[in-house]
């Protein structure tokens, strides 16, 4: 079992950035494939970005592309989501999630075991 905490979420204009951590318990991170989900109120959970446990690949929501970007540090049991050219409608709550031995499916919540407690983003116009 993995827990995970969120971090970084505040108040940014638009055009600015911000950078998310979520930082998880255990010892086998790396064994663990790690996505971001977003949702804003009154809408369903969408995908964000993913990275693969096995080769570090990357997988984006399209809308993402180019502006935001995935990493994770093994050593310490951390993933990112660095965040630039923030918009409105980025506003939401950003939910860590972690899945283990991945079988390849990234881009639904049902796709992951495991849930962060969710970190506020809100991008002012």
């Known amino acids: 079992q993995v827990h995970l905490v969120e971090s970084g979420g505040g108040l940014v204009q638009a055009g600015g950035s911000l950078r998310l951590s979520c930082a998880a318990s255990g010892r086998t991170f790396s064994s663990y494939t790690m996505g971001w989900f977003r949702q804003a109120p009154g809408k369903e959970r969408e995908f964000v970005a993913a990275?693969?446990?096995?080769?570090?690949?990357?997988y984006y929501r399209e809308s993402m592309k180019g502006r935001f970007t995935i990493s994770r540090d093994n050593a310490k049991n951390t993933v990112y989501l660095q965040m630039n050219s923030l918009k409105p409608e980025d506003t939401a709550v950003y939910y860590c999630?972690?899945?283990?031995?991945?079988?390849?499916?990234?881009?639904?919540?049902?796709?992951?075991?495991?849930w962060g407690q969710g970190t506020q983003v809100t991008v002012s116009s």
């Open positions: 999630a972690a899945v283990q031995y991945s079988s390849g499916s990234y881009y639904s919540p049902r796709d992951y075991d495991y």
């Open positions: 990275i693969d446990w096995r080769a570090d690949r990357t």
